[in-house]
């Protein structure tokens, strides 16, 4: 990796605060916004629960697309390039949703989605440790800030997606997928204009040493997460909805699982410092999987409102806690390889989480039922993550 450049860098928070609008684009848009528009596209376009649920499995298999070439687009292009055309990328999906209501061209569009969400996340949180790295005592917060990007994605979306719905009414659900587009070609703007830096910030002659077996079990617990976090956040809009919950009740819902990662930075600071392998995953990942069982309690304003909070603070620092035991365990050299490792992992779960629990939800004709199997998959994931031990110390 090459020394940071202390003059680009010279202000750490407010550029990773740029380069969280990548996830902002590509995850918390692009791939959370289609839960806000499921349920109106459902109806309108005649899918059961099993195409819905493909249609996450589509763009999961783009994330697991784009994660593995996520390290020979970096060494060619560079992180900044890497960030900028995959979040250009989830763009053009977004447009692409809009003009269209035909299955396959809606599949590509979400399989793009995930390829050009993956290279931004992978390039951003990359290019966002090594910002980071320029203020060690800071560090771990500086790096959390990165991860509350898709916040402000599910805020904005929650915000929009389910008042258009109401006042345009049933099978407008195009008109979302334009009001997202337009949104995100805003938010990219800073993305674009910020001194990333220039060239490639991996220097290709350095080997990325990254080896499977020492993490094998960190490996099996992220899976777990990426396959049982996208049920909660694929299907539980439709749960409030068929709970009786409209706009106010969706975006209330939606709004408070983005607002609480704003919090993520203050609320894990000291979690994200353990440098004691998975524990801090553990930690976290067992909170998230509380959050998903909440709702197996009941319907309650109250009840769903906690979850969507306790999910939501818990969601987002999982990703970052993975890329802070990165940080810990490997030489800078290793971030891209080990990072993209992760995500692929991580996106694989995602991958096989939708279509799997739409199809439960087809066979047994509960969402309910699916949910406890989503908050039994992050349960198990936060077990394994106890016993992944340091990989040895950092270069």
């Known amino acids: 990796m090459k020394a940071p450049d202390q003059h680009i860098y010279a202000h750490p928070a407010w550029l ?7 996830p902002t684009i590509g995850l918390g848009i692009g791939r959370f916004a289609y839960a806000l528009v499921l349920p109106d596209m459902r109806d309108a376009l005649g899918w059961s629960y099993s195409a819905a649920g493909f249609m996450n499995t589509i763009n999961a298999v783009g994330y697991l697309a784009g ?6 687009m970096i060494r060619r292009f560079g992180l900044p390039q890497t960030v900028r055309w995959g979040t250009l990328a989830a763009i053009a999906s977004l447009t692409l949703c809009a003009v269209s209501g035909n299955f396959f061209v809606l599949s590509f569009a979400r399989l793009l989605a995930g390829v050009g969400a993956a290279g931004g996340f992978v390039g951003g949180a990359a290019l966002a440790a090594t910002i980071a790295q320029t203020r060690p005592e800071r560090a771990n917060f500086l790096l959390s800030l990165y991860y509350a990007g898709p916040g402000l994605g599910i805020i904005s979306s929650g915000l929009i997606a389910p008042f ?17 587009t337009l949104l995100c070609a805003v938010l990219i703007l800073p993305l674009l204009l910020a001194p990333l830096g220039s060239g490639a910030a991996i220097d290709s002659a350095a080997p990325a040493k990254f080896s499977i077996r020492p993490v094998l079990v960190y490996l099996i617990g992220y899976f777990l997460f990426g396959a049982g976090y996208i049920a909660y956040m694929t299907f539980m809009i439709a749960y409030v909805r068929d709970a009786g919950g409209g706009a106010l009740a969706q975006s209330a819902f939606w709004g408070l699982i983005g607002l609480s990662a704003f919090v993520t930075p203050w609320v894990w600071r000291r979690v994200l410092a353990l440098d004691r392998g998975g524990l801090a995953t553990t930690i976290i990942l067992g909170t998230n999987a509380v ?24 969601f987002f620092a999982v990703v970052g806690s ?19 490792a992760l995500t692929i992992s991580f996106g694989i779960g995602q991958t096989l989480g939708p279509i799997v629990v739409g199809a439960i939800t087809d066979a047994v004709g509960s969402l309910s039922f699916a949910l406890n199997v989503s908050a039994a998959m992050l349960a198990l994931g936060a077990v394994l993550s106890a016993f992944q ?3 040895g110390p950092k270069a």
Do not use: E
Not at 16 to 22: E, V
Not at 67 to 72: C, D, G, I, K, Y
């Open 16 to 22: 990773i605060l740029i380069l969280s609008l990548a």
């Open 67 to 72: 994660a593995l070439l996520a390290s020979r």
């Open 164 to 180: 258009v719905l109401q006042g345009f009414g049933p099978g407008s659900w195009w008109i979302v997928w334009w009001a997202m």
């Open 291 to 314: 959050g998903a069982a909440l709702p197996i309690f009941g319907h309650s304003v109250w009840l769903l409102a906690i979850s969507a909070l306790v999910f939501g603070v818990a």
């Open 322 to 340: 993975t890329t802070a035991f990165v940080r810990f365990n490997y030489p800078p050299q290793a971030w891209p390889t080990a990072i993209a």
């Open 389 to 391: 031990r340091k990989v």
